[in-house]
C-alpha cells in the first residue's frame, strides 16, 4: 500500500534542484508545467506544446542564475513569455492574450470584443500589449523583444492608442 507524501514547496526547491539535486529538480519543472503551458497557450495557441517545451528547458538552463529563489515565479513568467514570443516568431503569428480579456469577465462578450480588437492590431502592437498584460516592465519588454527602451515605449503608446480607437467606433 502507497502512501502519498506531499512535494516540498517550491520554494525549498529551487535551492535544491540549482545545487544539482535531479528530483528536486523534476519535481520543480512538474509543478510549474501547468503556469507554463498556460501562459504559452495565451500567446501561441497552436504552438503552446513547443514553447512550453522552450520555456522549461531555458528554466532548466537557466535556474542557477536565479540569485533570490522568491523571485521564482517572476522569473519563470518572465523567461516563458520570452519563450513563447520566440516560438510565436519563428512560427509566424503572435496570436492575442487570453490574459487581458480574462481580467473583462464581467461581461463575457467583453473577451469577444477585446480579442476582436487585438486581431486588428499589428503584431507589433500585439506583442507589446500581451507583454504589458504580463506585468512585464519596460526593460523587461525591451529584452523581450530584443529592441531598446524608447522604441518599446513609444509602440505601447501608440498600440494602446489603436485600441482605444478601434474598441471605440466612430459616432458617425
Given amino acids: 500500500m502507497s502512501t502519498v507524501t506531499e512535494l516540498p514547496s517550491p520554494l525549498t526547491l529551487v535551492p535544491r534542484a540549482q545545487a544539482g539535486d535531479e528530483q528536486a529538480m523534476n519535481h520543480l519543472l512538474n509543478h510549474i ?28 538552463r537557466g535556474l ?10 517572476g522569473w519563470v513568467r518572465a523567461v516563458t ?27 463575457p462578450l467583453d473577451a469577444v470584443h477585446i480579442t476582436d480588437v487585438l486581431d486588428r492590431l ?31 515605449r513609444s509602440r505601447l503608446f501608440r498600440a494602446r492608442r489603436r485600441f482605444q480607437e478601434a474598441w471605440q467606433p466612430s459616432a458617425a
Wanted: glycine fraction near 6%; charge should be negative; hydrophobic fraction near 35%.
Fill in 64 to 73: 542557477g542564475t536565479l540569485r533570490e529563489p522568491v523571485a521564482f515565479y
Fill in 33 to 60: 508545467t501547468p503556469y507554463v503551458s498556460r501562459i504559452c497557450r495565451s500567446i501561441t495557441r497552436d504552438d503552446a506544446a513547443d514553447a512550453t517545451q522552450e520555456a522549461l528547458l531555458a528554466i532548466y
Fill in 122 to 152: 499589428s503584431r507589433p502592437h500585439r506583442q507589446v500589449l500581451t507583454l504589458r498584460a504580463y506585468g512585464l516592465n519596460e526593460g523587461e519588454r525591451a529584452e523581450v523583444l530584443a529592441l531598446p527602451v524608447g522604441p518599446v
Fill in 81 to 107: 513569455v520570452r519563450e513563447a514570443v520566440r516560438t510565436a516568431r519563428r512560427f509566424g503569428e503572435e496570436q492575442t492574450c487570453s490574459e487581458v480579456e480574462s481580467h473583462h469577465q464581467a461581461n
